[in-house]
């Protein structure tokens, strides 16, 4: 189904695209797709589990923080199968951009038992955490997490 | 929400068990707290947390869950956890939950933990 | 997360959409999205299953029929909860018609089974079949099938 | 495909089987045709197909039965089906194939049934 060098053309065609209303709940059909996409790629159970929890952490951050939860602003999860990997696009609206690195190191979880900090702020950690590549990028046109999960580790 | 959290409290030998059920992420918020101030209303001493009926739980859940670890250090209880997928139980780790709350394969594992202390 | 009036504004906000290309294989990314938002709605299991396999065969159709399976066309599935009912849209890019309603009546077992007719031809009886409602359009810029389904039947 | 379809025979007292596993879509044709090819050539006359370790089945993986059961019926043979869920039960019901293949809930109540003539 996914074989060949991919030109521009042929990269654009084989995407797949889900387009969700930023309201809680959908971040599960982000899941879903990915998870399908995942299997016929022949990805082992554990790794869909790993691309299933990233997908639905961006995507949460984009329904909850890009576009503040107003459902008529829409988040778009873009899948690229390329043989041996598979590039998760998650794009929102959002004019707010992502919070510096340096600001949203590894969460301390001492910090929280404690009070020191928030309990929440655990999303973009597990991302980083589980998937093989994340870059973030912030445009003029919204935030976009794109993350790359190889097949071979 | 279709799959709405639930959480439902059970009495056994040595452990007062919080099943928990359905979806947990920012909607598990009132189900979790209420279930856990009963169960501290109760003089509860030993606390496990069971996921094995959860079919799903992200970031915005475990946060809650790490509320409740709070509250229970403060308050002296032990919270064990069981019914965890690999998968969460590997999230769990990484999170470095794990070095805080003990994690078990069964009910009856985490029994056998407080039985033999 | 689906209630009160939609109107038209609030019904494309509402929408889930999903993009796949005409390859045989992806129409398990259709059912998967397909399955998770009947699951938000409240569907029970055995009408999420009827859900799947209406749009998996839909899908598979456009992929097929539609568009002759060249990876370069792609087909849109397009998902509207509205409180009670969800309805279904599956896009093509054909450049033939569906055929008329009589040509696709109940296809003979008996005739299959005599060999009179090919084995295959069950996709739009099955469809038929599953849906509350289901409706053909043909137009210049493709095919589009049409199902929906009501949460209490 | 990651889930290709695999069909794997199986000699029983009273029954051939043909597990099932995989996809049973277009792309399950050779297997399912080579294994009751195969099973025909042993002369086997009853033949069991056990749907229980499909995880997918569409309108073209149900023509390629159809075929089975064409040329099972020309020879002579017993088709029977177990391993169905509830809702590809329904689907065959839905056909009319149930009319035309006996469909059994497991493999034993398969066997009863030949015994039992
Ligand atoms: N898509 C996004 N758009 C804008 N800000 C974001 C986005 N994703 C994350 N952020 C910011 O980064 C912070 C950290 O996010 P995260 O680690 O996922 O934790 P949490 O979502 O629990 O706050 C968020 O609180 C938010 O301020
Ligand atoms: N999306 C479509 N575009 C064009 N033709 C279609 C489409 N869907 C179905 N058809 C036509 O209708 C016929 C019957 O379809 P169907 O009942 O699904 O059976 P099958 O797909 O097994 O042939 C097809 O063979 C095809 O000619």
């Known amino acids: 189904m996914v074989s060949g060098k991919p030109t521009a053309k042929r990269r654009r065609n084989r995407t797949i695209e889900l387009g969700i209303p930023s309201d809680l709940g959908w971040e599960r059909a982000a899941m879903d797709v990915a ?5 016929c790629m022949g990805f082992p159970a554990d790794r869909i589990e790993d691309i299933k929890t990233a997908v639905a952490e961006a995507t949460l951050n984009a329904i909850e923080h890009g576009n503040s939860l107003d459902a008529s602003q829409r988040v778009l999860i873009v899948l690229v199968p390329e043989g041996e990997k598979l590039e998760i696009n998650v794009r929102d609206r959002s004019s707010t951009p992502f919070p510096p690195a340096e600001a949203v190191g590894a969460p ?5 038992l404690t009070g020191l900090s928030n309990t929440r702020g655990w999303g973009t950690f597990l991302i980083r955490s589980l998937v093989d590549e994340v870059e973030f990028t912030s445009t003029s046109e919204g935030n976009l997490v794109r993350m790359v999960i190889h097949l071979e580790p | 929400m279709a799959n709405e959290a639930r959480a439902t ?9 919080i099943d928990l059920r359905g979806e947990v992420t920012t909607f598990a918020d009132d189900a979790i ?19 094995s009926g959860v079919d799903h739980l992200n970031s915005a859940g475990i946060a809650i869950i790490i ?3 709070t509250e229970t250090r403060k308050a002296d209880q032990c919270l064990l956890i069981t019914g965890l997928t690999p998968h969460y139980r590997k999230v769990f780790h990484i999170m470095g939950l794990a070095r805080y709350v003990p994690i078990f394969d069964s009910e009856d594992a985490a029994r056998q933990s407080i039985d033999s202390r």
Chains 1, 3 share one sequence.
């Open chain 2, 9 to 17: 409290l059970r009495e056994t030998p040595l452990l007062t068990v």
């Open chain 1, 108 to 112: 301390s979880l001492e910090d929280k």
């Open chain 2, 67 to 69: 509320g409740v670890l």
């Open chain 2, 33 to 51: 707290n209420s279930a856990y101030r009963q169960v501290s209303e109760r003089g509860a001493k030993n606390i496990l947390l069971n996921f």
């Open chain 1, 35 to 39: 998870a399908s996409v995942a299997r």
